[in-house]
């Protein structure tokens, strides 16, 4: 009997020792990277680093304390070399202290995301992940009915983003108001990107929850549902373009599960042809495209801001200004660089160039070494493995990198902690994954199965 048709049997336990302390502490880090406006607003700078320090300290204590944990053996070299580099750029950077304490920042939230890989196995995430983003849309959709229904116009952050009795512009209200409305609306996120890519999360995780049986069937519909219509009001067409990444990606996973070599790479050339033929096609009609989606052809200004940042790369094409992840406020050459409608933005909204610009080429090559490797490995493991529990690493990976083209968020807060965390956790022992099944997923995947094979035993 082979590995594909070894029985499959998986208890979850969630009476493990600290399995409490340790999901209710992380589900917090979870909330506060991906919500951190909503924390912020709530109760300033200060009291959510107080969150952040708190929430990091109990996560350190806690995988310290679990002595099988070889997590940090499992770290791969190049993650070390991009965050060493990151650090060394404070060297020739053009504001060495901001470069020290952004790169103290980035191990800090690397740090959090080994835990996360040491402390939970892949199961374990998508739950955690599951509820975390739950909480959150649900609270933006009653955040907006207030708002729309009750407050019946924006609502201004309780600690102030800006100088001044009132905001100096709609950007820096908390919410619009805009439910019962034609605009994005924005949750408690503060930002409607924001809010599509929490949405896009979400349906990745509930979906897959829902084909694995992870919870109760009405949970996960009403979830999938609620994603939806969040990714829909939000209104970001750089999620269209990456929840589109993320169909295209399932498709070519689950079809080509247990074929041979030759029909397995003649799905990905096929597939890879098309989304260049996608991106051809945008390029030259990106008026109407961008008008589909509400948007100017110069994506509300990007294309001017990635030729501000091209000319930054180009003074500093090798080495780059020093590592900064978003920009800082006050830094030259930021300061200033890029104001939309009296609004000032600090990323080049395109991570691939921002780290070019920060670190230089050196940098950009191990970002991308990074990215390459991580992207194979979670498409072998969801490839070949027959749970459908293992595709939700690599669709939101490739969500997270089709985003990345219009948004700088993967370098900073629970993008870079998604990224570390995939990139981590995918080299762990194949002996800790769950037993394979005996067939292929797409004959099991419970949207159409008739029965399911694989039932779990929960204890709640």
Same mark, same amino acid.
């Given at each position: ?118 402390? +939970? ?58 439910? +019962? ?36 069937? =009405?949970? !996960?519909?009403? /979830? ?24 295209? !990606? ?23 042809? /098309? ?17 589909? +989606? ?32 978003? =920009? ?75 985003? /990345? ?10 993008? =870079? ?11 762990? !022992? ?31």
């Amino acid at each position: 009997m082979n590995e594909l048709t070894r029985p499959i049997r998986v208890v979850f336990n969630t009476r493990e020792k600290g399995y409490r302390s340790k999901t209710w502490l992380a589900s917090l880090g979870v909330f506060t990277l991906m919500a951190g406006d909503a924390v912020r607003y709530s109760v300033g700078w200060i009291g959510w680093g107080i969150v952040l320090a708190v929430m990091l300290s109990g996560s350190l204590y806690l995988f310290a304390k679990d002595r099988n944990n070889n997590t940090l053996r499992e770290i791969p070299w190049f993650i070390w070399a991009l965050l060493g580099y990151m650090l060394l750029s404070a060297i020739w950077s053009a504001y060495t202290a901001v470069t020290v304490l952004a790169a103290v920042t980035q191990i800090a939230t690397t740090a959090f995301a080994v835990v996360l890989a040491g402390l +939970f196995s892949w199961r374990h995430l998508l739950r955690l992940f599951a509820n975390v983003i739950r909480v959150i849309l649900g609270a933006s959709l009653i955040f907006e009915f207030v708002a729309a229904a009750i407050v019946k116009g924006p609502i201004a952050p309780i600690f102030k983003n800006y100088s001044g009795d009132e905001p100096p512009a709609m950007a820096y209200y908390w919410t619009q108001g805009n439910l +019962f409305t034609d605009d994005r609306i924005q949750g408690i996120v503060g930002n409607s990107n924001l809010l599509a890519f929490a949405a896009m999360l979400g349906v990745v995780i509930f979906a897959v929850e829902y084909a694995i049986i992870a919870t109760k069937r =009405w949970v !996960s519909i009403t /979830s999938i549902l609620m994603a939806l219509y969040c990714v829909y009001a939000a209104k970001s067409a750089g999620i269209g373009f990456a929840m589109a990444a993320i169909a295209v !990606s399932a498709i070519v996973s689950i079809s080509a599960e247990g074929k041979d070599r030759e029909t397995r790479h003649r799905y990905y050339r096929i597939a890879w042809a /098309s989304a260049g033929t996608v991106a051809i096609f945008t390029l030259f009609y990106r008026a109407e495209v961008f008008e589909f +989606f509400g948007k100017s052809p110069d994506m509300t200004g990007r294309s001017g801001i990635w030729k501000l940042v091209l000319g930054l790369i180009e003074q500093r094409p090798w080495l780059g200004w020093g590592w900064t992840s978003h =920009w800082v406020p006050g830094v030259e050459p930021y300061e200033g660089l890029v104001v939309i409608k009296n609004v000032p933005y600090y990323q080049a909204h395109n991570a691939y160039l921002d780290v070019w610009m920060q670190l230089g080429i050196i940098g950009a090559i191990l970002f991308a070494i990074l990215l390459l490797v991580t992207f194979v490995k979670l498409w072998r493991l969801a490839v070949r493995h027959t749970s459908a529990l293992y595709l939700w690493p690599i669709l939101i990976f490739m969500g997270l990198g089709v985003w /990345s083209l219009t948004e700088s968020r993967m370098l900073i807060e629970i993008g =870079w902690v998604l990224l570390m965390l995939f990139a981590i956790k995918v080299n762990e !022992s194949p002996e800790l994954l769950e037993p394979k099944g005996r067939s292929a997923k797409r004959t099991r995947i419970a949207f159409w199965a008739k029965k399911p094979v694989l039932k779990l035993k929960q204890k709640d």
